[in-house]
């Protein structure tokens, strides 16, 4: 339930529900420039701020002359653009549009704009072939309007938002202790697991044995040549649609990290690892060690010493590029300051919280960092 439009296209993927509500497109403005923007006619060769992929995309291309269109993946991101200059006007759909205008004082109708395409009706897309689902949907949406829910559900919502119970903590202060949970729960298994088959890969990379060789340089290449974000996309719609595993988002978005830092991890190690002074493994082999023993007890430790530092950044790394899985609807902290932007209609303030919170855990990190790295110096 997302406010969606049924489509040509759209229903070749998916089924829609009877519409529920009809509702107007609208622009909004900038309450200081009210002057200068009254009609469609004084958008033109302006700045277009919309939600991609939306019918408010559309009629901006349609129906404004030389719109310069700037789409975004998130409503609460195009009225940060608007609110800071980046563009003149947002296309947006009257209730929404509403519930923001409360919130921004700054903001207002641009009351003489009409769109021909002004209104659409919103439906409910389920998957294709979900005869039962659509029956008691459709049964539903048929007692709302029956019985005109809808206005009610709009006054309820208006009132909620003037509410105030207590500071910004005390309302969402839930949201962030989830999300700081769960951005060190995957950083730690990204980096903990990706350091294990990490040093599999660097081991395999520095191997005699050709094949292993060549599949431990194709893993590598692949995986730092391709962007994390698509890396989580796969993982999360390939271990379904090609492996049939059912799998949550959180136990994907740990998986993508995971192959993603084992890629730059094993090159860490390598590195390492060929920092070690050659006469140390002749050394130890001369003593009758094995290369197993060798690498275990004398090469390793050495390495490890030395590339500590490498590893605390990729771990700093893990953290930031944590907020990548909030894509596939993970709750960490970036993906629950998504969350607060939507019930707050604050399009700032969560995310400099979030901001905060990133800098403390990385900072933390980084002084633990440097006390380990103290410790390993004291027999230097």
Known sequence: ISGMTPTPEREKEVDFSNPYMTVTQKMIIKKSEDDKLQKLDDFANKK??????TQQETIAKNEIDNANIQSLTRVPEVIMSLKSGKVSGMVIE???????????????FAEGVK???GEKNTAIAVPKNSPELMKHLNATIKDVKDNNLIA????????????DDGNYFTKYGNFVLKGIQNTILISIVGVVLG??????????????VKPLRWLASAYIEFLRGTPLLVQVFLVYFGSTAVLGWNLSALICGMIALVINCSAYIAEIIRAGINAVDKGQMEAARSLGLSYGQTMKSVILPQAIKNILPALGNEFVTVIKESSIVSVIGVSEIM????????????PFTPLLVAAVLYFILTFTLSRIMYFFEGRLKVSD
């Open 195 to 208: 350091a294990i088959l990490g040093s599999v890969l660097a081991l395999f990379k520095l191997s005699k």
């Open 94 to 108: 009257g209730p929404v549009a509403e519930a923001y205008l409360k919130q921004n004082p700054d903001l207002k």
């Open 335 to 346: 993906f629950n300051a998504q969350v607060v932007q939507g019930a707050s209609f604050d």
């Open 48 to 53: 277009i701020g919309v939600q991609k992929q």
């Open 115 to 117: 769109f021909e395409e």
């Open 152 to 163: 009610d559900y709009k006054d309820n919502a208006a009132e909620a938002m003037k509410k």
